[in-house]
């Protein structure tokens, strides 16, 4: 009796280590699991911080480069903006380096063109001006970018002079939007963002 109830023992042992040992590897696999995907949250998350600070500084050198066109003789004639980034370039590079202004008719005052536009200039892999957007090169225009940022000024309204004769002269109240985007790395989804700017000039 005692050595069939020691197999039974032995046996049953031999179960409980299998059922743990089952059981532990179970928790190691699950364990990996959540830490592969915090790895990979915290990665998108900082891939999307990334994305975000390299929008905002597109965003800002934009503001920054069209509040310093308002005080030069050259803002009279592209106040209203150009028809393209390329020409709008061209023109003010003696004034002030990589800003492009568009005219009113290319303002992106929907989600859906802002959409459109975001796919398309991230389409751009070059620096240069493109049609309708401009790539971010940094407050020194020497930053290097994976896929480099890219934005845009567009005329939101004509300028409200108190005269025909004022508005000639650059005169006047005038509002512009600029919008930016960036994607970092390999994520989804751009960041996109807006600002409006109010120039008075007397």
Same mark, same amino acid.
């Given at each position: 009796?005692?050595?069939?109830?020691?197999?039974?023992?032995?046996?049953?042992?031999?179960?409980?280590?299998?059922?743990?040992?089952?059981?532990? &590897?179970?928790?190691?696999?699950?364990?990996?699991?959540?830490?592969?995907?915090?790895?990979?949250?915290?990665?998108?998350?900082?891939?999307?911080?990334?994305?975000?600070? =390299?929008?905002?500084?597109?965003?800002?050198?934009?503001?920054?480069?069209?509040?310093? *066109?308002?005080? &030069?003789?050259?803002? =009279?004639?592209?106040?209203?903006?150009?028809?393209?980034?390329?020409?709008?370039? &061209? $023109?003010?590079?003696?004034?002030?380096?990589?800003?492009?202004?568009?005219?009113?008719?290319?303002? *992106?005052?929907?989600? =859906?063109?802002?959409?459109?536009?975001?796919? &398309?200039?991230?389409?751009?892999? $070059?620096? *240069?001006?493109?049609?309708?957007?401009?790539?971010?090169?940094?407050?020194?225009?020497?930053?290097?970018?994976?896929?480099?940022?890219?934005?845009?000024?567009?005329?939101?309204?004509?300028?409200?002079?108190?005269?025909?004769?004022? =508005?000639?002269?650059?005169?006047?109240?005038?509002?512009?939007?600029?919008?930016?985007?960036?994607?970092?790395?390999?994520?989804?989804?751009?960041?996109?963002?807006?600002?409006?700017?109010?120039?008075?000039?007397?």
């Amino acid at each position: 009796m005692k050595p069939s109830s020691a197999r039974h023992q032995g046996g049953a042992v031999l179960l409980v280590a299998l059922v743990m040992l089952l059981l532990l &590897t179970l928790l190691a696999i699950t364990s990996m699991r959540e830490t592969t995907l915090q790895n990979r949250v915290g990665g998108n998350v900082s891939e999307q911080k990334r994305a975000y600070n =390299a929008a905002e500084s597109a965003l800002r050198e934009a503001e920054r480069r069209l509040s310093v *066109l308002r005080g &030069t003789a050259a803002f =009279a004639s592209a106040s209203a903006g150009f028809d393209s980034c390329k020409t709008s370039a &061209t $023109t003010l590079a003696a004034t002030t380096a990589n800003l492009c202004i568009l005219s009113e008719e290319h303002d *992106l005052d929907t989600q =859906a063109k802002v959409q459109s536009w975001a796919k &398309t200039a991230l389409q751009t892999l $070059t620096e *240069l001006p493109a049609d309708t957007s401009l790539g971010y090169q940094g407050f020194d225009g020497q930053s290097r970018y994976r896929l480099a940022p890219r934005w845009v000024v567009t005329v939101i309204a004509a300028s409200s002079s108190p005269s025909l004769a004022a =508005a000639y002269k650059g005169s006047g109240s005038y509002y512009y939007r600029v919008t930016a985007v960036a994607r970092s790395g390999g994520a989804r989804f751009p960041v996109i963002l807006q600002s409006i700017v109010k120039l008075e000039v007397q």
